[in-house]
């Protein structure tokens, strides 16, 4: 339980925490000390923190807490993906999968418990939005998957995919704010290549990733680049067209010299035909892309289908005789609902 006259030591920087120790006639240095135990060395609790003084601990544990995820369900495919359901501290549910390889194991994190966005063919989009992922939340996600590859395969995370619950780019600060630990000295030390952003492409937040210099790699679920189909698909698209998301990516490219990743779930009758790959084949000219192909792992209650081995064959041709970089993509853990938002939903109890 949350212990409400207590404030979540995560939520405060490494400078505030400088400022709490001075205030309280320490030495700042403890403040970098406890930042590097809550962020290098995932420490829950004051008690672990051995390079501080005992009372300075009880200081610490008097007015903080460390609000942690605690794992609610798990459950493991026959492909080896491991889905994982977490309570929050305020007692809400969030998912990450751990997608191990050969010799590489990637962790799929949430950023938001729900989602605004609605997109038809998602089932995190039928769970109502309820709040903004904390930086910490986040962080514990990889610290639980990267403990679990090594338990179950014995193999280091190698890669983090912000591509599980939520809208990353709607939640600027969390996903920005645990990018920082995720990568900085401080904290894990994980290279900013070894982490993609995926989003459905909310252009002004795209332009200040680029601007603000985080240097993570950046994921499009574009589905469509057929503003009819792709409106359907992602309502924001009606918002924010095609046109201004190209302005937003070339900005990207420009700014970061990355290339981008579009992510295309194809769904039978819907975003297969080769009229749509002819139309990806010519947004995709407009900066360097890579095209991730992906079978659509059914969600009850959509209407939509994977789309059939031919068809799917066939678009991809259609995108290498343009010369553009495609990957099909299988969909992993079919058997245990890892579509996304496919867990926590049905944990759910309300
Ligand atoms: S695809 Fe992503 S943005 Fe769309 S509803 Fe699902 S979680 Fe939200």
């Known amino acids: 339980?949350?212990?409400?006259?207590?404030?979540?030591i995560r939520a405060l920087t490494e400078e505030e925490l400088k400022s709490f120790f001075t205030e309280h006639g320490y030495k700042p240095f403890h403040g970098k000390q406890v930042y590097e135990w809550l962020w290098k060395k995932a420490a829950t609790e004051f008690?672990?923190?051995s390079n501080l003084s005992k009372e300075a601990r009880q200081l610490l544990d008097n007015?903080?807490?460390i609000d942690r995820l605690t794992l609610y369900?798990?459950?493991t495919s026959r492909d080896g993906t491991v889905k994982m359901a977490f309570q929050t501290a305020d007692g809400e549910l969030i998912e990450s999968v751990l997608i191990p390889g050969k010799d590489r194991a990637t962790a799929c994190i949430s950023s938001q418990i729900g989602c605004k966005l609605a997109c038809t063919f998602c089932a995190t989009g039928k769970i109502p939005f309820k709040r903004n992922l904390t930086v910490g939340e986040i962080y514990d996600q990889v610290i639980a998957v990267r403990q679990k590859a090594l338990d179950l395969y014995n193999i280091s995370l190698s890669n983090i995919v912000y591509m599980g619950m939520g809208e990353p780019l709607l939640n600027y600060d969390g996903v920005s704010g645990s990018i920082a630990v995720l990568t900085g000295e401080k904290g894990l030390g994980i290279s900013p290549r070894r982490i993609t952003v995926s989003t459905v492409g909310i252009p002004d937040v795209i332009r200040k990733l680029a601007d603000q210099g985080i240097r993570?790699?950046?994921a499009v679920s574009l589905h469509s680049a057929l503003d009819a189909t792709r409106s359907q698909l992602v309502p924001i698209n009606r918002r924010y067209g095609l046109e201004t998301l190209k302005e937003a990516l070339q900005h990207f490219n420009r700014v970061t010299g990355k290339r981008i990743t579009f992510e295309y779930l194809l769904m039978r009758g819907v975003n297969d035909q080769l009229s749509e790959a002819r139309a990806l084949a010519d947004y995709s000219r407009n900066f360097p892309v890579k095209i991730n192909l992906i079978e659509y792992n059914e969600v009850e209650g959509t209407g939509f289908q994977k789309s059939d081995a031919e068809q799917t064959q066939a678009f991809k041709e259609l995108l290498e005789s343009r010369?553009?970089?495609?990957n099909l993509r299988r969909s992993r853990g079919e058997d245990?609902?890892?579509a996304c938002g496919q867990l926590a939903g049905k944990g759910k109890k309300s």
């Open 323 to 326: 010369n553009m970089i495609v």
């Open 63 to 65: 007015r903080f807490r």
């Open 216 to 218: 993570s790699e950046l």
């Open 73 to 75: 369900q798990e459950q």
């Open 1 to 8: 339980m949350m212990e409400s006259n207590k404030r979540d």
């Open 47 to 49: 008690s672990v923190m």
């Open 336 to 338: 245990i609902d890892a």
